[in-house]
């Protein structure tokens, strides 16, 4: 059996150990090793540890097919990555769905709920199986055009950190009644870098805690502007299981477009396949890896399930304060629910600023495989995000933050061919994920599901370049658009090599493999017992 692989050093034929142990007699899974430090033996790989320096020890219950403590101590990971789906670039989105379309668009953000949550399984998959995440796999399987692709990811990054250090400043406007200026408020959420570097120091699992404590105060803060509206329930529930918009013209399919691109952020899925990392598994033993999968996905669906009622209790709250009223009609918010929506925001930016820092961190060390100390590294993903948003915050006022958070949510949709391609690239690779490897469902499903949102984020990026009406910029995003195509076709290619169309593999058609290309490698696969 021929198995096409996308290979840098580490995966050479001189060097076959390099991928774990080959084949084990005893049956267990072939696991493939994290990468090496480039300069180890010779650093305290205690203070430049590239991940967590604590491991969750899983409880022993051989005995139940299902064990409440065991997913106790996998319940963590999903949480911090549901936090993504709750940043301010959502809540903008959500408050704007609302407001256009009304209950209308509840069941695209159900439907892209559900796509992020199979898309999170990749991820989560790959970091258990591998026990390497998104980035660094792509270090080692593209080695040509991983700077490209660690640049377009960064990006992403960026891009998000800004809307959730704004909404942290906008957060601190409102409950200071405007005496807190946006810069201001993007300097003091520059301290949430020091509460990060204070809570990892007192263990993982209180830094989890603390997530789920800002989870629960959105979940509060919402739920109450929630119940305060009471928004029609049969209309709600039409929104989110009718898939039909009765009425809607072209703001309202912008905007549903628009509740995917924010719902699905690239840099999320390469976050995810790190934070698995933090639990002690055997990845030599087929039935602790398959066990982790399984405890895994029960905890994103249900950190994702908490992510959607929040986002659906904003949707909810300005349906009915907002939809197709008159500024006569729309009641003034009291102060007391402006000022616990404002809670709300904080707690939202709060949360996804820090979890942006671990996604910068994880993305910069894997693609770069950078040993740097854990203060260096936050210093700079955070200054990274920081300065730009506090240029934005001193040149531009509250009022025109809607254009900025647009701008913002089409520079990630450019991004999500550079999460979603590899991570079902490398998931469907029998020498990367062996036995766990996507099955021919999968593998179709996860095609159509990638092309789909892509196409659907492609439309938003069209249709908000056709907006700023300028020659100039027409030309300058056509030539743009030439080179992020190739990239993208390039990363596609390889995908389809992967998903079993070997006839695009240029090394199959002549019959021989070329020890001179480190970017495609014909692996002979062993067989092992399960």
């Not at 076959?16 to 080959?22: E, K, M, V």
């Not at 790989?45 to 101590?73: C, G, H, N």
């Not at 909404?167 to 405007?178: E, W, Y």
């Not at 959105?218 to 009471?230: D, Q």
């Amino acid at each position: 059996k021929c198995v096409v692989s996308f290979s840098a050093l580490p995966f050479s034929e001189e060097s076959p150990q390099a991928n774990g142990d080959i084949q084990n007699t005893q049956g267990q899974y072939r696991s493939i090793s994290p990468p090496a430090s480039p300069v180890a033996g010779t650093l305290d790989d205690e203070q430049f540890s590239t991940y967590f320096e604590e491991k969750i020890p899983i409880p022993d219950d051989v005995t139940k097919i299902f064990s409440f403590r065991k997913l106790w101590a996998f319940t963590g990971p999903g949480f911090l990555m549901s936090i993504a789906y709750l940043d301010p670039g959502n809540i903008e989105s959500d408050l704007q769905s609302g407001a256009k379309a009304g209950f209308k668009l509840l069941w695209v953000l159900l439907v892209a709920t559900i796509i992020g949550l199979l898309l999170q399984r990749l991820g989560a998959r790959l970091g258990v199986v591998t026990g390497m995440h998104l980035a660094e796999v792509c270090h080692r399987q593209y080695p040509v055009p991983r700077i490209i692709l660690w640049f377009m990811v960064e990006l992403a990054i960026i891009g998000s950190d800004m809307q959730e250090v704004i909404g942290c400043a906008i957060a601190f406007n409102l409950l200071s009644v405007g005496r807190i200026p946006l810069w201001g408020g993007v300097l003091i959420t520059i301290t949430d870098t020091f509460v990060f570097l204070f809570l990892d120091k007192y263990g993982l699992r209180k830094l989890e805690l603390f997530f789920g404590f800002l989870i629960t105060i959105m979940a509060i803060s919402f739920g109450y502007e929630y119940v305060k509206v009471g928004p029609d329930q049969g209309e709600l529930l039409k929104g989110m299981f009718l898939p039909y918009c009765q009425g809607c013209g072209t703001p309202q399919m912008e905007q549903a477009v628009g509740i995917v691109g924010a719902v699905i952020m690239p840099h999320n899925i390469y976050l995810h396949s790190a934070l698995v990392k933090s639990r002690q598994i055997d990845r030599g033993n087929k039935k602790e890896v398959k066990e982790a999968n399984k405890y895994y996905f029960i905890e994103s669906t249900i950190a994702l399930f908490v992510s959607f009622l929040i986002n659906v209790f904003v949707v909810a709250v300005f349906a009915e304060a907002f939809y197709k009223k008159t500024n006569k009609e729309v009641v003034i918010t009291p102060t007391e629910a402006l000022y616990i929506w404002a809670v709300g925001i904080l707690a939202a930016g709060q949360s996804s600023t820090m979890t942006g820092t671990y996604s910068g961190q994880f993305v910069m060390e894997g693609f770069l495989n950078l040993r740097w100390s854990r203060f260096a590294r936050v210093l700079l993903t955070r200054s990274i995000a920081i300065f730009p948003t506090l240029l934005v915050a001193i040149f531009q006022d509250v009022q025109h933050m809607t254009g900025m958070n647009d701008f913002l949510n089409v520079l990630q949709s450019l991004q999500l061919p550079f999460a979603l391609i590899p991570i079902l690239t490398f998931t469907s690779m029998t020498s990367i994920m062996d036995d766990f490897a996507n099955g021919l469902f999968w593998k179709i499903g996860g095609g159509v599901v990638v092309l789909m949102v892509c196409a659907i984020n492609m439309y938003f990026v069209v249709v908000y370049v056709q907006s700023l009406d300028s020659v100039a910029l027409y030309v300058l995003a056509a030539f743009l658009c030439i080179a992020y195509l190739c990239f993208v076709c390039y990363l596609a290619w390889q995908c389809l090599i992967a998903l079993g169309i070997s006839c695009l593999d240029v090394s199959c058609l002549g019959g021989r493999v070329s020890n001179n290309r480190p970017a495609l490698l014909i692996e002979e696969q062993p067989a092992y017992d399960t």
